[in-house]
Structures are given as structure tokens and as C-alpha cells.
């Protein structure tokens, strides 16, 4: 079983709708949660930054997450067809292993007209 | 402000040879962490180096090295090049090894023959 489980997808929402993308995780040392999106041929672009359990909210979109279920989610409200591409997210644990980050396999967003 | 650059972009290689990757960091940041990122394997950490020296290290073979130069750009060796090692390679470089928040650059694409 992987640390980190993400539905890989496809997605695919009308424009203007509030996309939510989840994933698990299975070792209770992770204490920084990332998500990133990530266009075709291109690298992985930061969106969210959070630690430990809690919300955070950066323009249409909102990070959650619940520690005690092992859950982080990204909401998007009001979903563009920009918005299009695979959403990762990522974790690491405490101090001397901060930079490992491990991902889950990512989510294939399609935002249609 | 200029973000993560990787060299080359593309690279196409034969079974048996040895690839050097480059990076360099944003400016100002000091960790570089290099990750493998495939269709079945997703994102895998493969190292990170912050200082000139090699801080984590992921579950890959010895055939991949690394290191970190004085002015914190970085290079990646893959030698003896096996099929298996076709893939995006990508570098993260964050403020310092505690600092959680990587920014990836576009990464080089590797294709063994």
C-alpha cells in the first residue's frame, strides 16, 4: 500500500463548478501538506502550503486538512478551463525530513466549457 | 525573479551510457532536491542536497548521484543507463532544508534507448 493514495481520475466538471480533490495518507509523522498543480510537459507548480490540520484559503481555492482522518482536500470554486491539469498533492515530516516530500500519484483535472 | 532552470530540457540516451542533469536554484535558495517522475511511479524523491552536502536520500540504486557546487546549482548522475531510467526528471529548490515549500523547475526529459 502507498503512503500517500490520490484517485488519479479523470475529472471532468462543467466551467463555474467547485471541483474537490482528495487524498489519504497512511504515516502520522506528515506534518506539511502541499498541493500542486501540474500542466502537460510542464513541472509541478505550488498552490497550497499548509501545516498540521487546519483550512487555508488563497483566492478560488481552499486547502483542508484533518489530521486525525488522514485526509487533505483542495476545493476550487468556480472552476476555469485553465484550471485543467493534474492536481498532486504532497507531505513531508517533521524536522531533518521536511524536504522529502512524498506525493500521491495525482488527479487529472478536465474543466469543460 | 528567475525561477528553477534545468538543463538540458530533452536528452536521449543509449542503454549503457551515463547522463549528467544540471540545476540551478532559485537565487537565494540553498536546498536542491532532485525527483523521478514517471507514468506508473509518479513523483519519487531521489535526493537532497543542501550545503554541498547530501542531506536525504530515496530508494533508488547507487547508479544515481548527486551534488551540490558552492553557488548551490546542482547536477544529477545516472550511470550505466538502463531502459527502466526513462523519465522526468525534476529539481526542487527550497530556502533551506527545513523549509517545506519546493518550487519545481520544468524539468529534463530522458529517454534511453
Known amino acids: 500500500q502507498k503512503e500517500v493514495e490520490q484517485d488519479p481520475g479523470p475529472l471532468s466538471v462543467p466551467e463555474g463548478a467547485i471541483v474537490s480533490l482528495n487524498c489519504t495518507y497512511s504515516?502520522?509523522?506528515?506534518?506539511?501538506f502541499m498541493w500542486y498543480r501540474q500542466y502537460s510537459r510542464k513541472g509541478p507548480e505550488l498552490l497550497m502550503y499548509?501545516?498540521?490540520?487546519g483550512n487555508k484559503e488563497d483566492g478560488r481555492f481552499t486547502a483542508q486538512v484533518d489530521k486525525s482522518s488522514k485526509y487533505i482536500s483542495l476545493f476550487i470554486r468556480d472552476s476555469q478551463p485553465s484550471d485543467s491539469a493534474t492536481y498532486l498533492c504532497?507531505?513531508?515530516?517533521?524536522?531533518?525530513?521536511?524536504?522529502?516530500?512524498?506525493f500521491g500519484t495525482g488527479t487529472r483535472l478536465q474543466v469543460t466549457l | 525573479k528567475a525561477g528553477v532552470t534545468q538543463t538540458p530540457r530533452y536528452l536521449i540516451k543509449t542503454r549503457g551510457q551515463q547522463v549528467t542533469l544540471s540545476c540551478s536554484p532559485i537565487?537565494?535558495?540553498?536546498?536542491v532536491s532532485w525527483y523521478q517522475q514517471t507514468p506508473g511511479q509518479g513523483l519519487q524523491f531521489l535526493f537532497e542536497?543542501?550545503?554541498?552536502?547530501?542531506?536525504n536520500k530515496g530508494n533508488f540504486p547507487g547508479r544515481f548521484s548527486g551534488r551540490q557546487f558552492s553557488n548551490s546549482r546542482s547536477e544529477m548522475n545516472v550511470s550505466t543507463l538502463e531502459l527502466g531510467d526513462s523519465a522526468l526528471y525534476l529539481c526542487?529548490?527550497?530556502?533551506?532544508?527545513?523549509?517545506?515549500?519546493?518550487?519545481f523547475g520544468q524539468g529534463t526529459r530522458l529517454t534511453v534507448v
Open positions: 526542487a529548490s527550497s530556502l533551506t532544508s527545513q523549509n517545506t515549500e519546493a518550487f
Open positions: 499548509t501545516y498540521s490540520s
Open positions: 504515516n502520522s509523522a506528515f506534518q506539511y
Open positions: 537565487s537565494g535558495h540553498r536546498s
Open positions: 504532497a507531505m513531508s515530516g517533521p524536522t531533518g525530513t521536511a524536504s522529502k516530500l512524498t
Open positions: 542536497y543542501f550545503s554541498e552536502t547530501q542531506r
